[in-house]
């Protein structure tokens, strides 16, 4: 499968406890970005990486949230401490690594984190 | 006021209908249009992206950008049950923006082609 892989795919926490979401961008993809979907709202851009690097994180929450992209292996979003408010399908998506191509981004098939 | 706005519908029509999406939007830094299919509880699919005003073909979709009213629309002609999904259209600045690369989305419209 060469498209944009996320896991889990379903993720339950208690509220306190931490949730951390994996993407592996598409074969010769070095761009990553994470979005958030919150029930009834559309798609908000939360970070953009490459690798060992955050270029954007406008997106993300002041607190609680962070995201790495390693030199080797998935990028990670993490979420510390979660509550209910953070409930929502979370997606990953990259995009070629020309720098011309970065608006041309491919989504995996999001994580749905559930707080409880 | 939303950087982008789209009607989330629903939209309902018979197939063989041609269907037309639309968006308008705010941001006049926006330089690249694209539209993503997005099924139910599935990742957003990358349709069709456009660069600045014009028109863009591919199948049964036809995607158009209108930058002086700040418009953009996609046609889906022939219109089967198979299209069926929520449409979502999403904007990027320029090369070397602030916002390239950082897609905003409409909220989506709901579509249903019913057989």
């Known amino acids: 499968n060469a498209g944009v892989m996320q896991n889990p795919r379903h993720l339950v926490r208690r509220r306190g406890q931490e949730a951390r979401l994996r993407c592996s961008p598409m074969?010769?993809?070095?761009?990553v970005y994470w979005y958030r979907q919150l029930p009834e709202e559309g798609l908000k851009f939360m970070v953009y990486?490459?690798?060992?690097?955050?270029?954007?994180e406008s997106g993300m929450p002041k607190e609680r949230f962070s995201a790495e992209f390693p030199k080797e292996g998935p990028s990670i979003l993490r979420i510390q401490q979660v509550v209910r408010g953070d409930s929502a399908a979370y997606f990953c998506?990259?995009?070629?690594?020309?720098?011309?191509?970065?608006?041309?981004?491919?989504f995996g098939p999001g994580t749905r984190l559930t707080v409880t | 006021q939303k950087e982008v706005e789209q009607d989330p519908g629903p939209l309902s029509v018979p197939e063989g209908a041609i269907v037309s999406l639309n968006c308008t939007y705010s941001?006049?830094?926006?330089?690249?249009f694209m539209w993503y299919r997005q099924y139910s509880r599935k990742g957003p699919e990358l349709l069709m992206y456009?660069?600045?005003?014009g028109n863009k073909e591919d199948g049964r979709f036809t995607a158009q950008v209108d930058k002086s009213s700040k418009y953009i629309s996609l046609f889906i002609r022939d219109s089967q049950p198979s299209d069926s999904a929520t449409y979502l259209c999403?904007?990027?600045?320029?090369?070397?923006?602030?916002?390239?690369?950082?897609?905003?989305f409409g909220q989506g419209t709901i579509l249903t082609v019913h057989p």
């Open positions: 998506a990259s995009s070629p690594p020309k720098a011309g191509k970065k608006y041309e981004q491919y």
């Open positions: 074969k010769g993809h070095s761009h």
């Open positions: 990486l490459q690798k060992e690097n955050i270029i954007d």
């Open positions: 941001n006049s830094a926006f330089q690249y």
């Open positions: 456009t660069y600045s005003s």
């Open positions: 999403a904007m990027s600045g320029a090369l070397g923006g602030t916002s390239y690369g950082k897609l905003t």
